[in-house]
């Protein structure tokens, strides 16, 4: 990663991998995949009297397709790609309801909202690849209304289960030097302490924190009984005192204090 990289390069540079991923074809996978579910879940619990709603980082907008259905709500899906949010855009409309869906290309580490806007924010594996984090967090705090709700996840640097799981995998790329493409961008990885650190410091209050989804190495996530068979034996054994913060993401669900 070049030491100077700053965000219009960043931005190009997530520009071309949302063209390549909107490329791909679509793979059919067995059910609802697990890290979709779990987070639908936790929205369902946390967010579901929030009336304005900041998907932040939406991606290609699964969780913004899910909310577009919620009647008189608000709901605002950004992405620094704008390529991205164009795919966003195109998957909310083929969900059947954007008419309460705005849209913004916006980087979260300068939102382009005005402070106490929300009183939800969804911000699913997004804070890891920000040139600065903590400003990231900042942002989010600032346009979270008193009291409003965060649900945050971010890659876990302790991901044992899946360790395990792609060792083999791994064992073979090395014997046969095989090497797969690698996107240059940021990327980092918290212990659940330090993530909660972070956030405490920022100023949120957090509400609780767990642990989920373990992952099959490429190619092998792309068949679909074993992807399922590994989320059945991963939604029982997150549970496990010795497991339960081993899984590939950490999630945090954050209040903003009622006085701010």
């Not at 907008?61 to 608000?74: E, F, I, Q, V, W």
């Not at 971010?154 to 799981?165: F, G, V």
């Amino acid at each position: 990663m070049p030491p100077k990289l700053g965000w219009k390069e960043l931005k190009r540079i997530y520009d071309e991998r949302a063209e390549e991923v909107a490329s791909r074809p679509r793979i059919k996978g067995w059910g609802i995949p697990r890290k979709y579910g779990f987070m639908i879940g936790q929205i369902n619990l946390n967010l579901n009297n929030c009336k304005a709603l900041l998907d932040v980082g939406c991606g290609s907008g699964p969780y913004t397709a899910y909310l577009s259905h919620r009647p008189d709500s608000l709901i605002v899906a950004c992405d620094i790609s704008l390529q991205m949010v164009k795919e966003a855009k195109r998957h909310i409309e083929l969900s059947g309801n954007s008419t309460a869906t705005k849209f913004s290309a916006s980087n979260l580490e300068c939102l382009p909202f005005k402070d106490k806007t929300f009183d939800g924010i969804i911000c699913a594996q997004v804070i890891e690849h920000l040139l600065d984090d903590c400003k990231g967090l900042r942002e989010l705090y600032r346009v979270l209304k008193p009291a409003g709700r965060l649900i945050i996840a971010t890659d876990n640097k302790n991901n044992y289960a899946s360790r395990l799981l792609s060792f083999p995998v791994e064992v073979l790329k090395k014997a046969f030097r095989l090497k797969r493409t690698a996107w240059e961008y940021p990327h980092k990885d918290y212990e659940p302490k330090e993530f909660c650190a972070m956030l405490s410091e920022t100023g949120f209050n957090i509400l609780n924190t767990t642990t989920f989804r373990f992952t099959l190495p490429s190619p092998l996530w792309q068949i679909g009984f074993l992807t399922a068979l590994v989320d059945m034996i991963e939604k029982f054994a997150i549970s496990l005192p010795l497991v339960r913060n081993w899984g590939d993401i950490i999630l945090a669900v954050c209040q903003k204090s009622e006085r701010e």
